[in-house]
């Protein structure tokens, strides 16, 4: 079945990406393994920001693993949209245009662009960190492709980032989440985290934002009603999640992340994921796709498994935040420092 996703393109004039490499192998039919079991793809990343990055970088590795390698038989041209849904557009337009073998799409708003421009086209588009594929119309809601188009999901552990808040702040009774109301991802999160709060004895305070310059006036509202905040893996807010770190440490307000680059930023910790992990998994699935195995439309949907604790001890300092020894002793990697 073939379907329009749901996604606003708006006008853009910018210079898009950069090559690396260039290449003609194409194969025969699209998804499937060429004669000179050479490839061409495109990768197309909406925002450039840590776990953006670390699924990029996770993705071709799972390609390598699976004998599909940068320099030998694999040709990359990789381009990034900048937060922007109209450059995402142009992106995905000339990838078909060049009939790449595959598009690997990075977060919702590329993976709805490229199979708005692939699906009739027969090539396979394959996404990684889009957290409700449901929601962004890539799937049904058992999660089934709706075409040619599969990949894994980034869905938040929201229900162990509540439990892990509460014990860091016994005293807390407000969250703020800061989100853009254009992506599907925050919407399905912050619905989720409505649902669950209450079980924790917390509420939720949101404030909707519709590009980056509404951020400093937002986070300056949202900051005044809340006791902490918890950051989602919206691209919008994440490329200026300095901004708001430095408001809320002038006003002694946490600030939780949703995974480790976000820890490692300033955010006091989070339960998140491994984003080269899920890049991997993501890779391991565009080779099958690649080399004949599999259609894109035959595989389901993938959601990472598990989560882990990343805190950062520099960040409860300047707090004033006892860090409780239960969370210590569990937590996978703990910062000393804030990245610069």
């Excluded at 379907?3 to 990406?17: D, E, N, P, Y």
């Excluded at 060429?34 to 990029?56: M, P, T, V, W």
């Excluded at 390698?69 to 060049?98: C, H, P, R």
């Excluded at 680059?261 to 993501?282: N, R, S, W």
């Amino acid at each position: 079945m073939k379907r329009k996703v749901t996604a606003i393109l708006l006008a853009a004039a910018f210079t898009m990406g950069v090559f690396t490499g260039c290449g003609n192998a194409k194969n025969e039919a699209k998804g499937s393994q060429s004669k000179a079991e050479e490839y061409q793809i495109g990768i197309s990343q909406f925002a450039e920001h840590g776990s953006l990055d670390n699924c990029r970088e996770g993705f071709l590795e799972g390609l390598k693993e699976e004998g599909i390698e940068e320099g030998k038989n694999l040709t990359v041209t990789y381009k990034n949209a900048a937060a922007d849904m109209g450059t995402a557009g142009q992106i995905a337009d000339t990838f078909v245009s060049d009939q790449a073998d595959l598009i690997c799409a990075i977060a919702t708003p590329s993976a709805q662009t490229a199979y708005n421009a692939a699906m009739d086209m027969g090539i396979p588009v394959i996404y990684t960190a889009v957290t409700d594929t449901a929601a962004a119309q890539l799937t049904d809601e058992e999660g089934n492709p709706v075409g040619e188009v599969t990949g894994t999901s980034d869905q938040l552990p929201i229900e162990e980032q509540l439990k892990m808040i509460r014990e860091m702040l016994p005293e807390a009774k407000t969250i703020g989440i800061m989100y853009t109301t254009s992506e599907a991802n925050s919407i399905s999160a912050i619905e989720t985290y409505e649902k669950l709060a209450p079980e924790y004895g917390f509420t939720i305070e949101k404030a909707g934002i519709t590009a980056t310059a509404d951020i400093p006036l937002a986070a300056e509202s949202l900051l005044s009603k809340v006791d902490c905040m918890t950051n989602l893996t919206d691209n919008t807010v994440v490329n200026s999640l300095t901004t708001i770190l430095e408001k809320a440490t002038k006003k002694s307000i946490p600030v939780f992340g949703s995974e480790i680059e976000q820890v490692k930023l300033g955010c006091l910790a989070a339960e998140g994921l491994d984003y080269v992990e899920l890049g991997k998994q993501t890779g391991r699935m565009a080779a099958k796709v690649l080399k004949g195995e599999a259609k894109a439309s035959e595989m389901t949907a993938e959601v990472i498994e598990g989560s882990s604790l990343y805190i950062n001890t520099e960040t409860a300092e300047t707090l004033g935040i006892q860090i409780p020894e239960s969370l210590n002793e569990r937590a996978a990697e703990v910062f000393e420092t804030i990245s610069k």
